[in-house]
């Protein structure tokens, strides 16, 4: 990055980094994880770590555009280790085809250079889905305002509070089974989760409306400001539509008899609390919760 804006000064900057993905998971060293990372390399085992992406995009001067071309970094945690030096985040919450990106929408730029960063991002999103519809195969992809993410954290803080404090497991448990899953099955869409938990609150607790609208107001929020442009095609292997991705996925336990906390928590190389979406939201607090509901 650094040598190309030396080389190739420009006034705006968009930077796609490409290879296998697998979301905020930073692997545990092997033989405890075989996942990868992004920007994984088959030789040495190297990859970028989810903080790295921050750091790298500081030291660099920052992107007004960062894309990933590559699986399941569509994030929460992800996209908050980034915020403060991109100012829009395209990427898809599932795995990609092996065909990657429609790099057809760069001749758009070219017809187009003046067109605002949004709108790019936008174009992005729309070439993807169109390129996938004709391929007729099933995926999704968004593009994210990241000047929204402090606003997304502290909703989902007031929510996450609320969700413990209220306890009404029913309806959380409700969510988890309920919500839009991934090839990684602990991502899930943040927004159906969201939605199908509200519809399902029933416990009578004093803060129980307080706990309803700080989920309507976490899913508004997502769908009007976060959200810039979103598009999923096709059905997963359920039969699921993917048009049930809203647009940013999060940590939410996969309920099988076969998974617990301490498990999964063996396969990451650092604590889930060490990311700063973590530090800003307090998520891991809930997830410790949703663990337990079975």
């Not at 919450?93 to 067109?115: C, S």
């Not at 000047?147 to 997304?152: A, D, E, I, M, V």
């Not at 539509?241 to 099988?256: A, F």
């Amino acid at each position: 990055m650094k040598w190309t804006k030396g080389k190739y000064p420009a006034r705006r900057y968009l930077l796609i980094i490409w290879n296998h993905g697998s979301g905020w998971w930073d692997p545990a060293p092997e033989p405890k994880s075989s996942a990868k990372g992004i920007s994984f390399d088959d030789q040495t085992g190297n990859y970028i770590r989810t903080a790295q992406i921050g750091t790298l995009l500081k030291e660099a001067g920052g992107a007004d555009i960062l894309a990933f071309d590559a699986c399941l970094m569509q994030g929460a945690e992800v996209a908050y280790e980034v915020k403060d030096h991109v100012k829009f985040i395209v990427g898809s919450e599932e795995t990609e085809p092996g065909a990657g990106y429609d790099y057809t929408f760069l001749a758009k730029l070219k017809a187009d250079p003046d067109m605002t960063d949004a709108a790019l991002a936008s174009v992005m999103v729309n070439s993807y889905r169109d390129f996938y519809t004709v391929k007729n195969k099933a995926t999704n992809i968004s593009a994210l305002d990241a000047s929204k993410l402090p606003g997304l954290a502290a909703k989902m803080r007031v929510f996450a509070e609320l969700a413990l404090e209220v306890g009404d497991d029913e309806a959380l448990s409700a969510g988890v089974k309920g919500a839009m899953r991934y090839s990684y099955p602990i991502y899930g869409d943040l927004s159906s989760f969201v939605t199908i938990t509200f519809a399902n609150i029933r416990k009578e607790h004093p803060r129980t409306a307080e706990f309803k609208a700080a989920a309507l107001d976490l899913d508004k929020y997502i769908k009007t400001s976060l959200v810039i442009a979103n598009a999923g095609i096709g059905k997963d292997p359920a039969g699921r539509s993917m048009s049930e991705s809203k647009g940013i996925s999060v940590y939410l336990p996969y309920l099988d008899d076969s998974a617990t906390e301490a498990g999964v928590n063996s396969m990451f190389e650092a604590p889930y609390s060490d990311f700063a979406f973590d530090k800003a939201t307090a998520w891991g607090k809930l997830v410790s919760h949703l663990y337990t509901l079975r």
